[in-house]
C-alpha cells in the first residue's frame, strides 16, 4: 500500500478544515470525471463524479468542481475528519469509450 | 452484495513462473477490467471485456492473457512472470452507464 503512494504530492490540513484537492485533466474530449479515495492496501473508493455539461455537483461533505476552459477538476472536502486521509485521484472519460485515464493522485493528511 | 473480489491478495513468484489472479463480481455487470498500479504512476488498463466472450486489449497488455467465459468472473494470467510485472493489480467492474467499482487488488512480487 505504502510502496504506491511514494512521491506523491501531499497535502496537510488540520482536522475540521476543508480541503481542496486540484486534477489537471488531458483530454479535450473527456466529458465524464470521476474522484477516487484509496486508501493504504485498499482498491480504488468511488468518491463522486460530474459529467461534463455541469460546472459543479455536491455530495455529502464533497463537492467538485470543473472547469472546461482550463481543463481543471477540483475536490473539496469540508470539515476534513481523520478518516479523510488517504490518496485521492481523479479519472477521466470520453462517453461510449473504455479508456479511462488516471491522474497520480494527491495524499490527504489530516492533522489533529 | 461482495462487489467486486479478487484473490489472492498477496503473492509471490519467480521470473518464469505463470500463475492467475482471480476476479469475480456478483453486481451482473457488463463491463470489466484490469489495471496495474505502479508508484508514480496513475492506473494503466491491461485488458477490459464489454460482456462473456469478449475481451480486449488495453494500454500494456503484454505478458497478460484474459479470458470472460462468464459475466461474472475476469481472471489475469501471467503467462511467463518477469520482475516488471511487480505491482498492484486492480480489477474493476461496472454497467454501461455507471462508474467503475474496483476490488481490494492483489500485491504481487515477481523475483
Known amino acids: 500500500g505504502e510502496s504506491v503512494g511514494l512521491h506523491l504530492p501531499t497535502l496537510s490540513v488540520q482536522e475540521g478544515d476543508n480541503s481542496i484537492i486540484n486534477c489537471a485533466y488531458s483530454?479535450?474530449?473527456?466529458?465524464?470525471f470521476i474522484w477516487y479515495k484509496q486508501e493504504s492496501g485498499k482498491g480504488p473508493q468511488f468518491i463522486i463524479d460530474i459529467r461534463s455539461n455541469m460546472d459543479k455537483r455536491q455530495g455529502q461533505r464533497v463537492t467538485v468542481l470543473l472547469n472546461k476552459t482550463v481543463k481543471h477538476l477540483s475536490l473539496q472536502i469540508a470539515a476534513t475528519q481523520p478518516g479523510d486521509s488517504a490518496v485521492y485521484f481523479c479519472?477521466?472519460?470520453?462517453?461510449?469509450?473504455?479508456?479511462?485515464?488516471f491522474g497520480t493522485g494527491t495524499r490527504l493528511k489530516v492533522l489533529a | 452484495n461482495a462487489g467486486v473480489t479478487q484473490t489472492p491478495k498477496f503473492q509471490v513468484l519467480k521470473t518464469g513462473q505463470s500463475m492467475t489472479l482471480q476476479c469475480a463480481q456478483d453486481m451482473n455487470h457488463e463491463y470489466m477490467s484490469w489495471y496495474r498500479q505502479d508508484p508514480g504512476m496513475g492506473l494503466r488498463l491491461i485488458h477490459y471485456?464489454?460482456?462473456?466472450?469478449?475481451?480486449d486489449q488495453g494500454e500494456v497488455p503484454n505478458g497478460y492473457n484474459v479470458s470472460r467465459s462468464t459475466t461474472e468472473d475476469f481472471p489475469l494470467r501471467l503467462l511467463s512472470a518477469a520482475p516488471s510485472q511487480t505491482s498492484v493489480y486492480f480489477c474493476?467492474?461496472?454497467?454501461?452507464?455507471?462508474?467503475?467499482?474496483f476490488g481490494p487488488g492483489t500485491r504481487l512480487t515477481v523475483l
Open positions: 479519472a477521466e472519460n470520453t462517453s461510449g469509450t473504455y479508456k479511462y485515464i
Open positions: 474493476a467492474s461496472k454497467t454501461s452507464a455507471d462508474t467503475q467499482y
Open positions: 483530454n479535450s474530449a473527456s466529458d465524464y
Open positions: 471485456s464489454v460482456g462473456a466472450g469478449i475481451t
